[in-house]
């Protein structure tokens, strides 16, 4: 299987580890074991002090599907599979897709959500984001002139990386509706879910909305533990589970032990996780604002409605990328340019869920002076 190189996590591979500030990270502030451990429940805590190291249930630990069920209105733990987020993705997109079908994809977007397609043989459409007056925008016509008689699949992922947008429920429930109509297949990334700062503005998930629908999910950006590398796809068709099941076989076969275990934990400490994330994004949403609003003759802050990241606008005289190349050479702040995304206008990348935000933005600041 021959793939084009993942351009974000090469990007990540190269400075993540080396530079002492990013501007650009997905993810919340990691926790920490003794963090999680202390929002434990007793039941929880014995099922860690027990733990042996053995093979896990490949579906995933029926207590982690029970909880992972509840963050759902129609789902049951027999509806969910568990596997690391990307391994999810390429294990969805091998057994829903063959060469020749047509999917259409939001633009911009994590690579391996048209990639893994395209890949395959299939053809790819994107489904691009506009920016407007008054924001990011999406055009709905737009999407119903992409379908065709071979369209197998629709890729959507609401609350949106990179920009932070979020639809209405009238226009997902139109979206929706192009896709049920032609019997086509949505899957849904919603790795940002529950991280809305107006919960009202909360979206129903795909695998309850639409009995076509799939909903990747995971630990990694709303619950601030990427290391445990445990996500999961929801979906009410059973056939499809069975399906990703067998092609798992091929991949990890099971889930990590102790990473299940510290996934139970973090589910049932929901509310207390989901908060603490929140609080240090809005903390961090003030900081961006008042410093965009300093630097307006350069810089151009779009407001995101939901999750971790905004995806704002460079107008200096050099080029975004010559700008993130040298706060990284000069400042040691990771910046990643939105042509990594394949995406023009000279947008950048900004992570709003980590602690030392102000401190990077900081950096950024000397280097505008």
């Known amino acids: ?22 501007l650009s990270p997905s993810d919340c502030e990691s926790i920490a074991l003794s963090e999680l451990l202390d929002l434990a429940d007793p039941a929880t805590l014995a099922l860690w002090n027990t733990l042996r190291f053995s093979y896990t249930e490949s579906q995933g630990h029926p207590e982690l599907r029970g909880e992972i069920a509840r963050l759902y209105e129609t789902i049951t733990p027999d509806h969910v599979m568990v596997a690391a987020p ?10 829903l897709l063959k060469p020749g079908d047509h999917v259409i994809a939001i633009s911009p ?5 048209s990639e893994i397609a395209r890949t395959l043989g299939c053809a790819v459409s994107p489904w691009s984001f506009e ?14 002139n992409l379908f065709s008689e071979r369209t197998r699949l629709l890729v959507l992922n609401f609350p949106h990386n990179p920009t932070g947008y979020l639809p209405t429920r009238d226009e997902l429930n139109t979206i929706v509706e192009m896709a049920r109509k032609r019997g086509v297949t949505i899957f849904s990334d919603e790795m940002y879910r ?12 795909m695998c309850d909305l639409y009995d076509k629908g799939i909903s990747l999910s995971g630990m ?12 999961w796809l929801a979906t009410r068709d059973h056939a499809l589970i069975d399906e990703w099941l067998a092609f798992k076989d091929y991949t990890t076969i099971c889930n990590s032990a102790p990473s299940e275990i510290l996934g139970i934990m973090a589910l049932r400490a ?34 995101p409605r939901a999750g971790s990241i905004a995806f704002p606008r460079w107008h200096g005289k050099a080029s975004v990328e010559q700008f993130c190349a040298e706060m990284v050479e000069q400042y040691g702040v990771m910046i990643l340019p939105g042509s990594v995304f394949d995406f023009p206008g000279n947008h950048f990348r900004v992570g709003l869920g980590r602690k030392n935000f102000g401190e990077a933005i900081g950096k950024v600041r000397a280097y505008m002076q």
């Not at 400075?15 to 500030?21: H, L, M, R």
């Not at 977007?109 to 959500?113: C, D, I, K, T």
């Not at 529950?194 to 998930?205: F, I, K, M, T």
Request: charged share 20%; aromatic share 12%.
């Open 270 to 303: 929901k509310e207390q996780m989901i908060a603490r994330n929140l609080a240090i994004i809005r903390q961090n949403l003030v900081i961006a604002e008042n410093f965009f609003a300093e630097h307006a003759n350069a810089l151009t802050w779009l407001n």
């Open 194 to 205: 529950l991280l809305e700062y107006d919960a009202v503005q909360r979206l129903p998930a």
């Open 220 to 231: 990694s950006k709303t619950f601030a533990l990427p290391g445990l590398r445990i996500g």
């Open 131 to 144: 920016l407007k007056a008054n924001g990011w925008h999406l055009d709905l016509n737009q999407l119903e």
């Open 86 to 95: 990307e391994e999810a993705i390429f294990v969805a997109m091998n057994t």
């Open 109 to 113: 977007a994590y690579q391996s959500l």
């Open 1 to 22: 299987m021959q793939i084009a190189p993942f351009k974000l996590e090469r990007f990540f591979a190269e400075y993540e580890f080396k530079v002492k500030y990013l």
